[in-house]
Every structure is written in structure tokens, then in C-alpha cells.
């Protein structure tokens, strides 16, 4: 990855719907160039994704709460279950496996405390589920997936 490339995801990081003109002129590349580099960048697995970000609290999800899990055991056939269900959970943005005191750190957005029990009960029912924390978020304060190229 060079210069250019850097420029480039790091512009689409911004906006992806910026245009190939102005990519071109940010990076200082030709647009076929800029064409070419995006090609290979998304065929190569550098751009996994190009999404909108929808702001929660106007499609009805005023609560986001990070939970971390204990499994009871974590044999693989244990932890790949728990990572399917949390997969499977459209309220769930992002799930880590992480090592340390906890098994997996969980990032669920909700609509409010009624809908964060009713989660909680159906998410957590899992006989493997030895026990789990929360934290009720009160402000975002920054938020994002983009990679620090600079």
C-alpha cells in the first residue's frame, strides 16, 4: 500500500460516496488510476465494505450497552456457539473474543431498558453463559470503524 492508496481509504473512510473526480484530486492521481487502485483494494480484501452509517436514535435504538460474558466452559465447540448466537443477533453491532477476565465483549444496540431485558433474557439463556456485566452507555462520545492511515 503507498501514498496514494492512503489518500484514497482514507477519503472513502469519510465518504464513500465521494466521487472518483474528487478522489482523484485529493490523492493526486488520474481517475483511471483512482479506478484501477479501488478495484484492487476491494479485490484484494483492503475494502471489506461500503456502508451508510444510520445514527441509532433515529431508527429507534436510544440505548447501547456493552456487556461483557463469561463463558462457563471455553472449549471451541462452546465459544463458536456463543460466537453463531451473537452473530445471528441483529441487535448486536460488534462481538470480540478477547482474552483476560472475560470471554467476549458485546456491543448491543437497543430500543430501551424493556427491550435490553427482553435481549438479555433471550441473548443470555445459554446454559453456557456463566454469568455477565453491563454497562449502559449515558453518551457516545466517539464512535467508528476507520483506520488510522496517516
Known amino acids: 500500500m503507498d501514498t496514494i492508496d492512503r489518500k484514497l481509504l482514507a477519503m472513502m473512510q469519510r465518504d464513500a460516496r465521494t466521487s472518483i473526480r474528487n478522489l482523484a484530486d485529493g490523492a493526486g492521481a488520474s481517475t483511471a488510476s483512482v479506478q484501477r487502485r479501488l478495484k484492487r483494494l476491494r479485490e484484494d480484501g483492503t475494502i471489506t465494505s461500503e456502508v451508510a452509517v444510520v445514527e441509532p436514535k433515529r431508527a429507534g435504538f436510544g440505548l447501547t450497552a456493552l456487556i461483557t460474558v463469561e463463558l462457563e466452559r471455553d472449549g471451541p465447540d462452546r465459544v463458536d456457539a456463543f460466537k453463531r448466537r451473537a452473530i445471528a443477533e441483529d441487535q448486536v453491532q460488534q ?7 472475560t470471554d467476549f465483549v458485546v456491543i448491543a444496540i ?37 483506520v488510522p492511515l496517516g
Do not use: Q, W
Open 95 to 101: 462481538c470480540y473474543c478477547v482474552a483476560g477476565d
Open 110 to 146: 437497543l430500543k430501551d431498558m424493556e427491550d435490553y431485558e427482553a435481549f438479555t433474557a433471550r441473548f443470555f439463556e445459554d446454559p453456557n453463559v456463566r454469568h455477565y456485566r453491563s454497562s449502559i452507555v449515558v453518551s457516545r462520545v466517539k464512535t467508528g470503524s476507520g
